[in-house]
């Protein structure tokens, strides 16, 4: 039996507020089917970076804080990955 790989996505409030920002100002701008393009698509992008199929580079040390940063369109966007072991692995 093949293995099932469970991803979620969890944005801290903070984050989440922003994301709502950028939402807003696409749609206000370019229209609802354009911000729900690019909030769909960023949203895809850090599937594949939780997935390690999209190169992310890690936050310069000097900073404090360990994660990693990336690009989208005309963001930057960073972040932490949370690993949660499971039993039996």
């Known amino acids: 039996m093949p293995a099932i790989r469970i991803q979620a996505i969890l ?3 903070r984050a989440s507020h922003r994301l709502d920002d950028i939402s807003r100002y696409t749609r206000d701008r370019l229209g609802n089917e354009q911000a729900g393009k690019y909030i769909t698509g960023l949203f895809a992008v850090l599937d594949k970076i939780a997935a390690h199929g999209v190169a992310s580079k890690p936050i310069p040390a000097e900073f ?3 994660g990693f940063f990336f690009r989208y369109e005309r963001h930057v966007a960073i972040g ?3 690993r949660m072991a499971t039993s039996g692995s």
């Open 11 to 13: 944005t801290q409030e």
């Open 80 to 82: 932490t990955i949370s």
């Open 64 to 66: 404090g804080v360990e």
